[in-house]
C-alpha cells in the first residue's frame, strides 16, 4: 500500500490567501485525521472523519478553518483567509475502525 | 482534558547505551501507539500496544492500561533513532487520539 498520500508537501502563501491542504487515506481505513504541529502547541487534533463524515471539530481552531471529506479516499483541509500564525506542519491519518495511525508526511505550510 | 506527559523531556545518549522512555495519562485511554518523528519529520509507528508487551528488534514497549502509562526501552542506541518520541492514547468513548509533548532523544556517535 502507498499509505497515507499528502499533497504538497510544502506550501507558501501570502497572509489572507486561501491554502487548501489534500489527502489521501490508506485505502479501505474507514476513520480519517487532521492534526496540526507546532513547536508551541504539539501535535493537536484538528477534527476526524468516519465513514467520510465529520465526528468531531471542535480542534479547528476558527471558522477560517474547514474540513470536508467527499469520498473514502480524498479530504481536504482548507484555510481562508490564511494568517501568520496558521504556520505549522499539518499531518492527516487514517486508521481502521479507529484504531492504529498512520500518518502521510505532512504538509509544511508558511504563510506570509 | 486529558494530561499526557513524556519523561524524560530531552535525552542525550552515546551510540550503544540503553534508555527507557516513559508516557502517563492522567485518565484511562485507550489504543495507545508509540511513534519516532524522524529528522525529517515523518511520524513512524514503533507500537500499537493497549497494553503488554511487545518487542520488535531492539525496541520493545509495556502498557499497564490500569495504571496509565507505558514504557518505552531502546537497547544498543544507534545515531538512526535521533529524533523525537511521541506516545498518543485515544480517548475513551472516542476515537480522539490525544499525544504527549514527546522525549526528544540524541545519540552520539
Known amino acids: 500500500d502507498a499509505g497515507v498520500i499528502q499533497s504538497p508537501r510544502h506550501e507558501v502563501t501570502e497572509m489572507g490567501q486561501e491554502v487548501t491542504l489534500r489527502c489521501k487515506p490508506i485505502s479501505g481505513h474507514d476513520y480519517l485525521f487532521w492534526y496540526r504541529q507546532t513547536m508551541m502547541r504539539g501535535l493537536e487534533l484538528l477534527i476526524y472523519?468516519?465513514?467520510?463524515?465529520?465526528?468531531?471539530d471542535s480542534g479547528m481552531p476558527e471558522d477560517r478553518f474547514s474540513a470536508k471529506m467527499p469520498n473514502a479516499s480524498f479530504s481536504t483541509l482548507k484555510i481562508q483567509p490564511s494568517e501568520p500564525r496558521d504556520s505549522a506542519v499539518y499531518f492527516c491519518?487514517?486508521?481502521?475502525?479507529?484504531?492504529?495511525?498512520?500518518f502521510g508526511s505532512g504538509t509544511q505550510l508558511s504563510v506570509l | 482534558g486529558i494530561q499526557v506527559e513524556q519523561s524524560p523531556p530531552d535525552l542525550i545518549l552515546q551510540e550503544g547505551a540503553n534508555s527507557t522512555l516513559r508516557c502517563n495519562f492522567s485518565?484511562?485511554?485507550?489504543?495507545l501507539q508509540w511513534f519516532h518523528q524522524n529528522p525529517w519529520g515523518q511520524l513512524i509507528n514503533l507500537f500499537y500496544?493497549?497494553?503488554g508487551t511487545k518487542q520488535n528488534g531492539r525496541l520493545s514497549a509495556t502498557t499497564v492500561a490500569t495504571e496509565r502509562y507505558s514504557l518505552l526501552y531502546i537497547s544498543s542506541s544507534q545515531t538512526t533513532d535521533s529524533g523525537v518520541y511521541f506516545c498518543?492514547?485515544?480517548?475513551?468513548?472516542?476515537?480522539?487520539?490525544?499525544f504527549g509533548t514527546g522525549t526528544r532523544l540524541k545519540v552520539l556517535a
Open positions: 485518565d484511562s485511554v485507550n489504543n
Open positions: 498518543a492514547g485515544g480517548l475513551v468513548g472516542t476515537y480522539k487520539y490525544i
Open positions: 500496544i493497549p497494553s
Open positions: 491519518a487514517s486508521s481502521l475502525w479507529g484504531g492504529e495511525l498512520f
Open positions: 472523519f468516519n465513514n467520510n463524515v465529520p465526528i468531531d
